[in-house]
């Protein structure tokens, strides 16, 4: 008896496991970040300088993304590396890391892109 009881047990774990990846993910992979799942779908902007270079402006990565969550259908918004994006009236979500770093080199990326999203609290103010 008892030991059938611990074989059911990671077949019940495995029947409430939402789907999604942790991270990173690549172009249209879902990633679960805390209880909303993220699937990004477009790069937007990747005007990031190479740190060999001298730029004005470091620049700046913006993904199109798709949030799924309780209590909300799918949405679609776009997130900016490094700054907390609202997602319905109580959740804040980040796109906190894109992979391939900055280049040292004026070169096109040859690596795929992939991305990690997390659920953040709130920024002070809001």
Do not use: N
């Amino acid at each position: 008896m008892r030991m059938s009881i611990l074989l059911l047990v990671p077949l019940a774990l495995t029947a409430c496991a939402r789907p999604g990846l942790p991270g990173p993910v690549a172009l249209d992979q879902p990633q679960r970040a805390g209880q909303l799942l993220v699937t990004p779908i477009k790069v937007v902007e990747d005007s990031r300088c190479p740190d060999t270079a001298r730029c004005e402006d470091s620049g700046k990565v913006v993904v199109r993304a798709m949030v799924i969550g309780d209590g909300f259908s799918e949405v679609e918004r776009q997130f900016v590396l490094d700054r907390p994006t609202p997602i319905g009236t109580r959740r804040w979500l980040m796109l906190d890391t894109v992979e391939p770093g900055i280049s040292r080199e004026l070169t096109a990326f040859t690596d795929p892109y992939r991305f990690h999203f997390s659920e953040v609290p709130p920024p002070p103010g809001e």
